[in-house]
């Protein structure tokens, strides 16, 4: 079954201690990108990555760092994370940028950082 | 399942009846856009596109209508479903621009039985 997959599904954690969600996708699709979602605001783009070894900021970069290593993984990592940084992820993909018709979102993460 | 809003506008519609949901979107020189349905606990989902050289794009049991004039976008569903139940919203882009989708808040959808 094509699908993207995140992990974990839920966590909660303490201000300043680094964290890594991991992404999935099986579909061989290069474009692979991370959003937030908060109320009242929309989805908002943190990171994208075109390719392998290939990324790039979105609107909402600052306090996250993202690795392309393999084709399939895109891990959300957070270096020391904040309040403000709690919220819902979600990682999607599609076989290349802007083909949002093929775009798969992921199940999505949230995050409570206390 | 996980909200993704506390506040969110609601349509209530019976099941069977036709559903529309609006958007307003806010930059002029848009000229692609999306939208989405994000049931309870779930990503985004695409559901339908239209350009903005079109007024009308019809799939399966959706419309979306695009009114450029006021900045405006509908989805209309059709003999609405409990299946339909979710958040739906809506994403613009500019074409020629470096990534840049911008998403709406959205509207939820409850459809009763």
């Known amino acids: 079954e094509a699908q993207v997959t995140q992990n974990p599904r839920y966590l909660i954690t303490v201000t300043g201690k680094k964290l890594t969600v991991t992404c999935s996708q099986n579909?061989?699709?290069?474009?692979m990108s991370w959003y937030r979602q908060d109320p009242g605001l929309g989805l908002r783009q943190i990171y994208y990555s075109m390719n392998v070894e290939v990324t790039d900021k979105g609107d909402v970069p600052e306090g996250y760092k993202v690795s392309r290593k393999e084709k399939r993984n895109f891990p959300l990592i957070l270096e020391s994370p904040s309040p403000n940084q709690t919220s819902l992820y979600f990682c999607?993909?599609?076989?290349?940028?802007?083909?949002?018709?093929?775009?798969?979102f992921g199940p999505g993460t949230r995050l409570t950082v206390l | 399942g996980e909200s993704v809003g506390l506040h969110l506008p609601t349509l209530s519609v019976q099941e069977g009846d036709n559903s529309i949901i609006n958007c307003a979107y806010s930059n002029s020189a848009s000229d692609y856009f999306i939208w989405y349905k994000q049931e309870s606990g779930k990503g985004p989902q695409f559901i339908i596109d239209?350009?903005?050289?079109?007024d009308k794009r019809q799939g399966q049991r959706v419309t979306v209508l695009l009114n450029k004039t006021v900045k405006h976008l509908s989805l209309q569903i059709a003999a609405t479903q409990p299946g339909d139940s979710a958040v739906y919203f809506c994403a613009e882009i500019k074409d020629g621009t470096a990534s840049k989708l911008t998403f709406g808040t959205g509207t939820r959808l409850q459809v009763t039985l």
């Open positions: 239209i350009r903005s050289n079109m």
């Open positions: 579909m061989n699709h290069e474009y």
């Open positions: 999607a993909s599609s076989s290349q940028w802007r083909r949002y018709n093929e775009q798969f």
